[in-house]
C-alpha cells in the first residue's frame, strides 16, 4: 500500500537548533531562548502524538536520550525507511551530528515487527555522498517511483543505487527556492499520496523537467495540486498521507501548511482525505522540518504473535 497506519516518532531530549545542517537548510532560525524550545518542542511533540493517536494511528514512541546531543533527532524519516517485504534502508545524513542518531535506541521500536533484510548505504558518508531517507525521495510506493531534487543531500548514484536494491524507477529532478537555491530535500516542495499529489511546481526552472514531472505524476494516477512559493515556504509540500484502523485516508499536516491554503486547495484535499492539522510552530522554525519530517512511516509486516 501507499500509505500505512503506524508510524515512529522520537520525543526529543534536546531540541534546538542545528548548526550542522542549517548552512543548506533557510527553514532553520536560531532567535529562541533555548529552555523555551525544549519546553515548547515538547508540548508540540506531545500534542501531534496524541492527534494522531485520536484519529486511529498507531505511534511508536522512542524517548530520545541526552547524550549524545542530537537536536534533530525529533525528525527520524531521514535516517531510515521501512518496506513492505521487511526491509530495512539506513541513509547516508550529511550532518554529523546526525549520523549519531543511529547509536540510539530507535530500533528497539520495532521489535514487533519483522526486519527481513537490511541494506546500509551509511558508508557512503565517507565520500560525502548523501541521500537523507524520505526526505530526499517521495515514494510512490505502488507504482516503485521514487522522485528526488538533487542536492548536496541528494546525491544521483545513490538514487541509482536505491533503485536498483529496492526495485523503483527514480524521477530525478532540480528544484529551486524563491533565491534560487536547491531545494535541500525533495519533500519539502512535493508530497505523493493514493491519489492526489502536492508539489510546487514553480520551484522546477527547466521547462521540460517540471512538465515531465507533472506527468509522471498524473501518468501514476495522482491528480496534482500545484503550490506556490509561499505555499512552499509555510511548508505546505511537507505533507504525508496516511491511514486509520478502518483505512480511511488522513493528510497529516501543520498548521501552518494549512493556513497557506486557499478554499479551492482545502476543498480538494478534503475530497481525497480528512485533513489532520497539529500545531508544530516551535519545531518548524527552529528545526527547519515538519510535519512529514516527524514520521517514520512503519511499512514492515508484524510477527507472528504464538500463543
Known amino acids: 500500500m501507499q500509505t500505512t497506519s503506524s508510524v515512529l516518532m522520537v520525543r526529543p531530549a534536546n531540541f534546538s537548533f542545528n548548526p550542522d545542517t542549517a548552512d543548506n537548510n533557510p527553514f532553520q532560525h536560531d532567535d529562541l531562548p533555548a529552555a523555551q524550545v525544549q519546553r515548547q518542542a515538547l508540548e508540540e511533540f506531545d500534542g501531534y502524538v496524541a492527534a494522531l493517536r485520536e484519529h486511529g494511528i498507531e505511534v511508536l514512541v522512542?524517548?530520545?536520550?541526552?547524550?549524545?546531543?542530537?537536536?534533530?533527532?525529533?525528525?527520524?524519516?531521514?535516517?531510515?525507511?521501512?518496506?513492505?517485504?521487511?526491509?530495512?534502508?539506513?541513509?547516508?545524513?550529511?550532518?554529523e551530528n546526525r549520523r549519531l542518531e543511529r547509536g540510539k535506541p530507535i530500533f528497539q521500536a520495532l521489535d514487533g515487527f519483522q526486519i527481513s533484510k537490511r541494506i546500509d548505504l551509511s558508508a557512503h558518508e565517507q565520500q560525502s555522498r548523501f541521500l537523507e531517507g524520505t526526505g530526499s525521495l517521495v515514494l510512490d510506493r505502488e507504482a516503485r517511483i521514487a522522485y528526488a531534487c538533487r542536492s548536496i543531500r541528494t546525491h544521483d548514484a545513490l538514487l541509482d543505487e536505491f533503485a536498483k536494491r529496492l526495485g523503483y524507477r527514480v524521477q530525478a529532478f532540480d528544484a529551486v527556492d524563491r533565491q534560487g537555491v536547491p531545494i535541500y530535500h525533495s519533500n519539502v516542495m512535493m508530497s505523493v499520496g493514493s491519489r492526489l499529489a502536492l508539489v510546487c511546481l514553480v520551484s522546477l526552472p527547466d521547462d521540460a523537467q517540471r512538465e515531465r514531472l507533472r506527468n509522471g505524476l498524473e501518468a501514476s494516477g495522482k491528480q496534482v495540486m500545484a503550490l506556490s512559493w509561499d505555499q512552499l515556504e509555510q511548508f505546505a509540500g511537507n505533507m504525508l498521507e496516511l491511514h486509520d484502523a478502518s483505512g480511511?485516508?488522513?493528510?497529516?499536516?501543520?498548521?501552518?501548511?494549512?493556513?497557506?491554503?486557499?478554499?479551492?486547495?482545502?476543498t480538494l484535499i478534503e475530497a481525497h482525505a480528512r485533513p489532520l492539522v497539529v500545531n508544530i510552530d516551535t519545531i518548524e522554525r527552529v528545526g527547519g522540518g515538519s510535519a512529514r519530517c516527524m514520521l517514520a512511516e512503519i511499512h514492515l509486516p508484524r510477527r507472528e504473535v504464538r500463543p
Open 62 to 95: 522512542v524517548q530520545d536520550t541526552p547524550e549524545p546531543h542530537t537536536p534533530d533527532s525529533i525528525f527520524p524519516n531521514n535516517g531510515f525507511s521501512t518496506h513492505a517485504d521487511g526491509t530495512l534502508v539506513l541513509y547516508p545524513m550529511q550532518g
Open 248 to 266: 480511511q485516508p488522513l493528510l497529516v499536516m501543520s498548521r501552518s501548511a494549512w493556513r497557506s491554503l486557499d478554499d479551492a486547495q482545502r
